[in-house]
T-cell receptor
């Protein structure tokens, strides 16, 4: 079974700090990686996608991918209480193009 | 229009009822998906439609029956459900079935089977 693993948290950070969320995956030939934010009782919302090794920045968000080590991370700079949510890592498996979601990391930003 | 619209938002049904969930998008996306999400769990894929044809069925029980009448609509017909089927049902779409696209999710239907 191809897996995507995340620390369930909660990860608590003070307002204004950098939140670092991590995700590891088992399928070495995974192609595409996505981060979704899900507020309690709401649907997932796409934040970032990353396809190649290195960093990708979008506003306060930076996604980092290291295919050799099979991990992908999301950094949130200047964290705000409104960033408090569950962050889901999703990986597209080779061949089938099916998403596999991680179990999510719950982030709490303390005012 | 950059939304996926799901109706109803909430549904309570008995185990002998027949009901349908509806999903609609007008973004020109040709891939549509049904996911099931239990509390504090990640979404689980149920079905994938590509160009109105069913391309993936994740061994979902036959009491769930998907239908894609046209490129904008996706239905999920429910019959003889069990209480353990109570969950948030999410519809999503993407331009194509491809590793290059993220999904746009609808707001979901919260289903309770009594």
């Amino acid at each position: 079974q191809k897996e995507v693993e995340q620390n369930s948290g909660p990860l608590s950070v003070p307002e204004g700090a950098i939140a670092s969320l991590n995700c590891t995956y088992s399928d070495r030939v995974s192609q595409s990686f996505f981060w979704y934010r899900q507020y309690s009782g709401k649907s997932p919302e796409l934040i970032m996608s990353i396809y190649s090794n290195g960093d990708k920045e979008d506003g306060r968000f930076t996604a980092q991918l290291n295919k050799a080590s099979q991990y992908v991370s999301l950094l949130i700079r200047d964290s705000q209480p409104s960033d408090s949510a569950t962050y889901l890592c999703a990986v597209i498996t080779s061949g089938t193009y099916k998403y596999i979601f991680g179990t999510g990391t719950r982030l709490k930003v303390l005012a | 229009d950059t939304e996926v619209t799901q109706t109803p938002k909430h549904l309570v049904m008995g185990m002998t009822n027949k009901k349908s969930l509806k999903c609609e998008q007008h973004m020109g996306h040709r891939a549509m998906y049904w996911y099931k999400q239990k509390a504090k769990k990640p979404p689980e894929l149920m079905f994938v439609y590509s160009y109105e044809k069913l391309s993936i069925n994740e061994s979902v029980p036959s009491r769930f029956s998907p239908e894609c009448p046209n490129s904008s609509l996706l239905n999920l017909h429910l019959h003889a459900l069990q209480p353990e089927d109570s969950a948030l049902y999410l519809c999503a779409s993407s331009p194509r079935v491809s590793p290059n696209y993220g999904y746009t999710f609808g707001s979901g239907t919260r289903l309770t089977v009594v």
